[in-house]
């Protein structure tokens, strides 16, 4: 085997700048495959953070229920007719009793309580419609990462606080630690003073969205006790599938998984991830194409030596490790330099986690080039290309090979 190799080492070195070129067509297709895992999983991890990434991944929703109709006791036919309330506000009071069971699941990083609602934002004479979100004191950044997303103030909403978006803001002509007035749908007005102005960069939560303390939102819709609408964040949102059915089995009530409400989000990713499968596999076939072609015209040319070596009593399996020896080295240094050259290319461009609202760029993430993924693959797609014209080498006949 060694001396195998040591006759693979020397084949290589005496066509040195045909090597120089094998191993630079090895390390220009790992280069795109690194590039391209960089470029497609931090795009990935860049959409998922500012669309699902802000969303709950399960939602309990307090359902309305209606009143049971009560017929008159008088025999006969007697008809009615139900319509819906838009009035009456659904609430879920238990809270308190399983919320500790949903945190106690594996998977699950946090919950929100919430009190959810819309309303008037009034300055003057200026009124605009909002949708007012009541969050627990601590727990402003369980879903959304608010914290983040500020860029005056605190995220922290406290009595008589409430966190207002950029957009609205401006519209409003409102700045930090003004006084606003906040009407809910429930009638009842409250005078808060701004203690924070956010920036997602989406227009809908910019420009509609109030957050208020979860105390100040049941002054706001009169609910002096429990919430409309509980919101859970897990480790991994693709496993949100699995555990809505044991949450709405623990607790009796209706969960919910993002994934129903955002099938087509979920299908958009899939359909990028698997683009990104497929992009990398051409590559690599670019590489297996290229090595092999390189092996079979350097088997072409060393049929005379192939011949000499099989007259001098060389099997066809020495044959065949010489030239599968050639492809392993040419794949392992073109995986090496490519990676090296990839991994430097990259740190050129700017982490994801430096994107924000308004900024342009590539989302590309370092993290995910897959640089071992791809020396490991280019080895051993090197090795499967050599195969061909390793079989091809020790099929020649000695007696023909020597007489060209």
């Known amino acids: 085997m060694l001396y195998a190799l040591k006759i693979a080492t020397r084949y290589l070195t005496a066509s040195k700048a045909q090597t120089a070129l094998l191993v630079f067509g090895v390390a220009i297709g790992v280069f795109i495959f690194i590039f391209m895992s960089a470029l497609i999983g931090g795009l990935a991890e860049f959409i998922m953070s500012r669309t699902a990434g802000d969303m709950a991944h399960i939602t309990i929703q307090a359902e309305a229920v209606d009143p049971a109709l009560l017929g008159p006791a008088a025999p006969g036919t007697v008809l009615l007719v139900q319509e819906p309330s838009t009035k009456a506000t659904a609430i879920l009071k238990d809270t308190a009793a399983f919320i500790p069971l949903i945190e106690g699941l594996p998977g699950v990083k946090g919950t929100s309580q919430q009190i959810n609602g819309s309303g008037f934002l009034t300055r003057g004479g200026q009124v605009t419609q909002v949708s007012i979100n009541g969050l627990e004191p601590g727990h402003e950044s369980v879903i959304a990462n608010l914290a983040s997303y500020v860029t005056k103030g605190s995220a922290t909403l406290g009595a008589g606080g409430v966190l207002l978006g950029k957009t609205l803001a401006k519209d409003m002509d409102l700045t930090l630690g003004q006084t606003v007035r906040l009407q809910s749908s429930s009638g009842v007005v409250a005078v808060l003073r701004i203690t924070g102005i956010y920036e997602m960069g989406s227009g809908g939560p910019d420009r509609r969205q109030a957050y208020v303390s979860l105390a100040t939102a049941r002054t706001l819709f009169k609910l002096p006790q429990g919430v409309t609408r509980v919101e859970i964040k897990l480790d991994d949102l693709y496993a949100a599938d699995a555990l809505a059915p044991q949450i709405k089995a623990l607790t009796g009530l209706d969960a919910k998984s993002w994934t129903e409400q955002a099938a087509q989000l979920l299908d958009a990713l899939k359909a990028q991830a698997q683009t990104g499968y497929i992009l990398k596999a051409f590559a690599l076939l670019t590489i297996i194409i290229g090595v092999a072609s390189a092996l079979l015209l350097s088997t072409y040319r060393r049929r005379p030596e192939i011949g000499i070596m099989r007259a001098m009593g060389a099997g066809r399996w020495f044959v065949m490790v010489v030239f599968v020896a050639q492809g392993a080295l040419i794949g ?21 986690d430096s994107f924000g609202p308004g900024q342009s760029g590539l989302p590309i993430d370092i993290t995910q080039g897959a ?23 020790a099929r020649l006949d000695p007696v023909t090979a020597i007489g060209q």
């Open 371 to 393: 640089y071992g993924l791809a020396i490991w693959l280019t080895t051993l797609g090197a090795i499967l290309a050599s195969i061909l014209p390793a079989r091809a080498a």
């Open 332 to 352: 392992l240094m073109g995986g090496l330099f490519g990676a090296a050259a990839g991994y430097g290319v990259l740190l050129a461009f700017p982490s994801r």
